[in-house]
């Protein structure tokens, strides 16, 4: 345990130092009358150009309004917070965190099948528009959403991080990119794949799962879990029996919810990676999780050390809402209105 522990300071340590090399250039040793060689300017990654002062004096109130916002909302409807750290999830994982999914036309992400249970777009509306009224013209959508993705987290008792700013949103959304998002049924070595290709780790994808400590499913995602698994005719046998018994109780409606975290669904804690030991996951992609042996000591980790996950998921959290970002200067541009691109 203490080894894995090492290994994962480790690989934080080492991007840590890839982040730093990119701004600190090396001692050149200083050698008699030779000049140094000019260097050429070394390539920095969009998200690099992200900052927390981004809005500090274009839009001071930027924060407490999408705060005092997603607090309300949540304050009326619980699930909203869930919904919301899903949003930015699909968000960043189809051409990065530029507001993509917020689109609203025929043929966008937003369209999709695999889009169909995503909520939360009317609280982004709703910031969106009171951020327009104070500072016109300078907010992006795809910042609003990574901002209120955080709130969201700090409001199911989740950590709070800095959310660096500077993000453009995107003038394109195509529904058939929204598809490729996993969906919950496949496997380690393609959810592996899939965040490899956004940036993301082995140790992100256990850590960013862990949101499912939160928020609900509906049942149509598990349904061949329960009665007929991979064409066996039969349950899939990493489910455990009462469990099995129990959702099946439960979504007798294919329409109905089912509780990602069956143990303490609203509180963000390691209940989830608990839960995997015992084969009480919901989605098959959690389970996998557990028993593939690249990703299981990593979800054992999670279990025992509860602060190591709080940490890691805040650090996660900046990785991934740092995906692919928009920030050149002719990159992108800021949306007026969250639905539509601008004229
Ligand atoms: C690793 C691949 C992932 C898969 C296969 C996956 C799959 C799913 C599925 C099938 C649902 C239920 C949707 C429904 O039918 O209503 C769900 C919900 C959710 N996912 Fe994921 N997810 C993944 C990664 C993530 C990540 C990286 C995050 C955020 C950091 C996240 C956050 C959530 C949250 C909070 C919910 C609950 C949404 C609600 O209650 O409205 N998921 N996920
Ligand atoms: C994982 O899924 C992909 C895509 O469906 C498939 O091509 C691959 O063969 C699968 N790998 C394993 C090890 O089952
Ligand atoms: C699903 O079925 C395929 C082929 O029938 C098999 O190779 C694979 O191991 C099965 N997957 C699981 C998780 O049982």
Redesign the pocket.
């Given at each position: 345990m203490r080894w894995f522990l090492l290994t994962v300071f480790l690989l934080n340590l080492l991007h840590l130092a890839d982040i730093a090399a990119t701004f600190i250039p090396k001692q050149q040793p200083l050698m008699g009358r030779v000049l140094p060689k000019a260097k050429a300017a070394p390539v920095l990654p969009p998200s690099a150009f992200l900052s927390t002062t981004y809005y500090l004096k274009s839009c001071p109130n930027l924060e407490s309004i999408i705060h005092q916002k997603v607090n309300a909302w949540v304050q009326k409807d619980s699930t909203l917070a869930a919904s919301i750290i899903r949003l930015h999830f699909h968000d960043c994982a189809v051409r990065g965190c530029d507001a993509s999914i917020l689109l609203n036309h025929p043929g966008s992400e937003r369209s999709a099948e695999a889009s169909r249970t995503l909520r939360g777009f009317t609280l982004i509306d709703d910031i969106k528009a009171e951020v327009e009224r104070q500072c016109p013209k300078t907010v992006s959508c795809a910042d609003i959403l990574t901002a209120a993705a955080r709130d969201a987290t700090l409001l199911v008792g989740g950590p709070f991080w800095e959310v660096p700013f500077g993000r453009k949103d995107g003038k394109f959304s195509i529904a058939k990119e929204a598809n490729n998002v996993p969906q919950g049924h496949?496997?380690v070595?393609?959810l592996l794949k899939f965040f490899d290709k956004m940036g993301l780790t082995f140790v992100d994808l256990v850590v960013l799962s862990g949101a499912h400590t939160i928020g609900r499913c509906n049942c149509y995602s598990i349904q061949q879990r329960l009665y007929n698994f991979n064409g066996t005719g039969k349950p899939d046998p990493s489910l455990n029996i009462n469990y099995l018994n129990s959702l099946r109780k439960q979504c007798r409606l294919s329409s109905n919810y089912v509780n990602l975290d069956v143990t303490t669904p609203k509180t963000f804690d390691v209940a989830y990676y608990t839960n995997l030991g015992k084969k009480l996951g919901l989605l098959s992609t959690d389970q996998l999780l557990y028993s593939d042996s690249r990703t299981r000591s990593l979800v054992d980790l999670m279990a025992s050390q509860p602060e190591f996950f709080i940490g890691q998921f805040a650090v996660s959290m900046v990785k991934l809402g740092n995906t692919n970002v928009l920030t050149g200067k002719k990159q992108g541009e800021v949306r007026q209105n969250c639905n539509y691109v601008n004229y």
């Amino acid at each position: 345990m203490r080894w894995f522990l090492l290994t994962v300071f480790l690989l934080n340590l080492l991007h840590l130092a890839d982040i730093a090399a990119t701004f600190i250039p090396k001692q050149q040793p200083l050698m008699g009358r030779v000049l140094p060689k000019a260097k050429a300017a070394p390539v920095l990654p969009p998200s690099a150009f992200l900052s927390t002062t981004y809005y500090l004096k274009s839009c001071p109130n930027l924060e407490s309004i999408i705060h005092q916002k997603v607090n309300a909302w949540v304050q009326k409807d619980s699930t909203l917070a869930a919904s919301i750290i899903r949003l930015h999830f699909h968000d960043c994982a189809v051409r990065g965190c530029d507001a993509s999914i917020l689109l609203n036309h025929p043929g966008s992400e937003r369209s999709a099948e695999a889009s169909r249970t995503l909520r939360g777009f009317t609280l982004i509306d709703d910031i969106k528009a009171e951020v327009e009224r104070q500072c016109p013209k300078t907010v992006s959508c795809a910042d609003i959403l990574t901002a209120a993705a955080r709130d969201a987290t700090l409001l199911v008792g989740g950590p709070f991080w800095e959310v660096p700013f500077g993000r453009k949103d995107g003038k394109f959304s195509i529904a058939k990119e929204a598809n490729n998002v996993p969906q919950g049924h496949e496997n380690v070595t393609s959810l592996l794949k899939f965040f490899d290709k956004m940036g993301l780790t082995f140790v992100d994808l256990v850590v960013l799962s862990g949101a499912h400590t939160i928020g609900r499913c509906n049942c149509y995602s598990i349904q061949q879990r329960l009665y007929n698994f991979n064409g066996t005719g039969k349950p899939d046998p990493s489910l455990n029996i009462n469990y099995l018994n129990s959702l099946r109780k439960q979504c007798r409606l294919s329409s109905n919810y089912v509780n990602l975290d069956v143990t303490t669904p609203k509180t963000f804690d390691v209940a989830y990676y608990t839960n995997l030991g015992k084969k009480l996951g919901l989605l098959s992609t959690d389970q996998l999780l557990y028993s593939d042996s690249r990703t299981r000591s990593l979800v054992d980790l999670m279990a025992s050390q509860p602060e190591f996950f709080i940490g890691q998921f805040a650090v996660s959290m900046v990785k991934l809402g740092n995906t692919n970002v928009l920030t050149g200067k002719k990159q992108g541009e800021v949306r007026q209105n969250c639905n539509y691109v601008n004229y």
